[in-house]
């Protein structure tokens, strides 16, 4: 099987994989090793809730026992056409208006489902970019932008594959378009783990556009061990964890994990212990981490119960 996974790709997989041996358990841990300020590692991007993400992320926080508006909320502006640039702006204030205190990583669709990312580079697209840097930067001035993740995904609607030119020039252009907004933003240049569809350092935007090179990763298949699949399929695998540590150290930038979990493969306390002590070894390097706290294309929400192991190694090793 590909190493390059994508988190779509897998619904055929998904009933397979959850059915499949129980995940090995971690070894008993010491209390988190991150040091003073760790609540950098413990973001999420978790439900809507009855009123707005904020009061979830809150409930979030009470569950590691971190300090109210310590952690980084993640949220994704637009969904599926260009209008919703213009008509999301009241997400952003609504973050806002709950919680004034609250930082947040923007995730930035960089193009939709029948737009070629050459109008994007070409600026047929200004005015909506415009409109979504002009509603974020009212509310997080100094929010996170990362845009246009997961560019060497083959179903993404800004794959690079063959138009890594345009990629890159759309790129620059709308960080150009936020920088107008805020001088505080800081922008995310942020893959897809593995292989997948290309090698995403071809769709690499330049150092003066990339504030932070990111990551999203998950504990992915039903193949091998826990510990065989946290080496073959994240540590090691091409475009996975040591190449993003190499490729940001080349290029003088942190790293950050905006979207990580476990749940495709079951309940896997190994996965939390590793990227954990990932993160340990890695500290000084890594601007922040985010747990994928919603189910999606497969469960990945980690503070219901449904994966034991798992949740309470994560509340041992991020609670504050």
């Not at 009933?15 to 041996?21: R, S, T």
């Not at 978790?46 to 952690?71: D, F, I, M």
């Not at 840097?133 to 083959?154: D, T």
């Not at 979207?259 to 890695?282: I, K, L, P, S, T």
Request: proline share 5%; net charge neutral.
């Amino acid at each position: 099987m590909n190493n390059g996974i994508t988190r779509r790709a897998v619904l055929a997989f998904a009933a397979l994989a959850l059915g499949g041996p129980s995940a090995v358990r971690a070894a008993p841990s010491r209390r988190s090793q991150l040091g003073p300020g760790f609540a950098r590692f413990a973001g999420a991007f978790v439900n809507w809730g009855e009123t707005g993400r904020e009061h979830v992320l809150q409930a979030w926080e009470k569950w590691l026992n971190q300090p109210r508006s310590s952690v980084l909320g993640v949220d994704f502006y637009g969904e599926k056409a260009w209008e919703e640039f213009h008509q999301f702006a009241w997400v952003p204030a609504l973050w806002n208006k709950l919680n004034s205190a609250r930082n947040l990583v923007w995730s930035v669709p960089l193009s939709f489902a029948g737009t070629p990312l050459a109008d994007v580079a070409g600026g047929l697209h200004d005015d909506d970019f415009e409109a979504a840097a002009r509603a974020i930067a009212a509310s997080h001035p100094k929010a996170i932008v990362r845009l246009g993740w997961e560019m060497n995904v083959p179903d993404s609607n800004w794959f690079a594959k063959g138009q890594e030119d345009d990629y890159v020039k759309a790129f620059r252009r709308v960080v150009g378009i936020f920088r107008r907004h805020s001088a505080g933003f800081t922008f995310d240049w942020c893959p897809g783990w593995g292989a997948q569809g290309m090698p995403a350092d071809a769709a690499y935007p330049g150092n003066d556009v990339v504030d932070i090179i990111g990551l999203d990763i998950y504990d992915f298949g039903s193949d091998g061990t826990a510990a065989e699949r946290w080496t073959n399929r994240c540590l090691k695998v091409p475009f996975g964890l040591e190449w993003q540590r190499d490729f940001a150290a080349a290029h003088g930038k942190k790293m950050s994990y905006p979207e990580w979990g476990v749940g495709q493969a079951g309940d896997n306390a190994y996965f939390v212990q590793q990227m954990h002590d990932w993160f340990v070894a890695n500290k000084a390097a890594i601007a922040y981490a985010a747990y994928f706290d919603v189910d999606g294309l497969w469960p990945t929400q980690i503070d219901t119960g449904r994966f034991p192991n798992s949740a309470s190694l994560f509340r041992k090793l991020f609670a504050g």
